[in-house]
Nanobody, 124 residues
Framework: QVQLVESGGGLVQAGGSLRLSCAVSGRTFSSCTMGWFRRAPGKERAFVAAFSRNGNNKYYADSVKGRFTISRDNAKNTVYLQMNSLKPEDTAVYYC?????????????????WGQGTQVTVSS
């Protein structure tokens, strides 16, 4: 059974930082391009960041470039999202996902497995 479990969400003041983690089990982690998405209140789920399975490429939404960093530890089957300089508009439920194919890194419909999400709330 494939499981993706996010952790690290919480309440933080604007300008603060959080580090999200996503542990993957039941799937060969190195086969996954790992992505982070978020769903803000009243909005569609949106791409945040992705890290290719070959470890060579990272992708970011324009809204988080320079503030968020995605990383992965294949030995721990875990992907991370370091979020700095948080803004109230970053408030959302954050999801990690595994994509077994290539390309389409920003397309949520292309991902195969999803976590349950973790809430991030940024107060002003």
């Amino acid at each position: 059974q494939v499981q993706l479990v996010e952790s690290g969400g919480g309440l933080v003041q604007a300008g603060g930082s959080l580090r999200l983690s996503c542990a993957v089990s039941g799937r060969t982690f190195s086969s996954c391009t790992m992505g982070w998405f978020r769903r803000a209140p009243g909005k569609e789920r949106a791409f945040v960041a992705a890290f290719s399975r070959n470890g060579n490429n990272k992708y970011y939404a324009d809204s988080v470039k320079g503030r968020f960093t995605i990383s992965r530890d294949n030995a721990k089957n875990t992907v991370y999202l370091q979020m700095n300089s948080l803004k109230p508009e970053d408030t959302a439920v954050y999801y990690c996902a595994c994509r077994l194919g290539i390309f389409k890194y920003t397309d949520e419909n292309a991902y195969d497995d999803w976590g349950q999400g973790t809430q991030v709330t940024v107060s002003s």
